[in-house]
Antibody, heavy 121, light 107 residues
Framework: QVQLVQSGAELKRPGASVKVSCKAA????????INWVRQAPGQGLEWMGW????????KYSQNLQGRVTMTTDTSTSTAQMELRSLGSDDTAIYYC??????????????WGQGTLVTVSS | DIQMTQSPSSLSASVGDRVTITCRAS??????LNWYQQKPGKAPKLLIY???SLQSGVPSRFSGSGSGTDFTLTINSLQPEDFATYYC?????????FGPGTKVDIK
């Protein structure tokens, strides 16, 4: 069955960077894209961006442009999201979610379990 | 950016009730509208995609309708496991945007 398994919780200082990984299983990795979505404590869902696992094309939220980089490693079926220059408002649960199509025209049909990133001095 | 709004923001209902949640987009998203359910401490789960298509494995008591800017999620005969927060999301363009959520709790 389709599974997205994310890396563990992180505690970071303000100004630091964080990398969150998302390992896919149960499907052909390059046939779909991966979205990243975050959720601040008690808040709603915020889309961060998308990456094609087929060719590495990306689309980022303008709110995060310049601070976020999304990559994939097709040899391990893993997607990774790096967020730099962290501030306290980056404290959130970060989710990866499979895009139902390869070309970013779909819904998010499978989600990882989430990774809590806490930014605190 | 396309702004998504939902109403109500919360509601109380009883098991067996019919529940309706509305989602409105600030501009037409045609039928690129999806619904997710999120329970506390869990990842969101896709319920409905393309406004009215039921995701595989989702009970048939969930249904979606609408097009353009106005959409509805209906839960027929609410079950105990349906108490959760529901989000709409547009996949018409980027940035993908979500509604603020509707929390359904027990009356």
């Amino acid at each position: 069955q389709v599974q997205l398994v994310q890396s563990g919780a992180e505690l970071k200082r303000p100004g630091a960077s964080v990398k969150v990984s998302c390992k896919a299983a149960g499907y052909t990795f390059i046939n779909y894209g991966i979205n990243w979505v975050r959720q601040a404590p008690g808040q709603g869902l915020e889309w961060m961006g998308w990456i094609s696992a087929y060719n590495g094309n990306t689309k980022y939220s303008q709110n995060l442009q310049g601070r976020v980089t999304m990559t994939t490693d097709t040899s391990t079926s893993t997607a990774q999201m790096e967020l730099r220059s962290l501030g306290s408002d980056d404290t959130a649960i970060y989710y990866c979610a499979r895009d139902a199509t390869y070309d970013m025209s779909g819904h998010f049909d499978y989600w990882g379990q989430g990774t809590l990133v806490t930014v605190s001095s | 950016d396309i702004q998504m709004t939902q109403s109500p923001s919360s509601l109380s209902a009883s098991v067996g009730d019919r529940v309706t949640i509305t989602c409105r987009a600030s501009q037409s998203v045609t039928n690129y509208l999806n619904w997710y359910q999120q329970k506390p401490g869990k990842a969101p789960k896709l319920l409905i995609y393309a406004a009215s298509s039921l995701q595989s494995g989702v009970p048939s008591r969930f249904s979606g309708s609408g097009s353009g800017t106005d959409f509805t999620l209906t839960i027929n005969s609410l079950q105990p496991e349906d108490f959760a927060t529901y989000y709409c999301q547009q996949s018409y363009n980027t940035p993908r945007t979500f509604g603020p959520g509707t929390k359904v709790d027990i009356k």
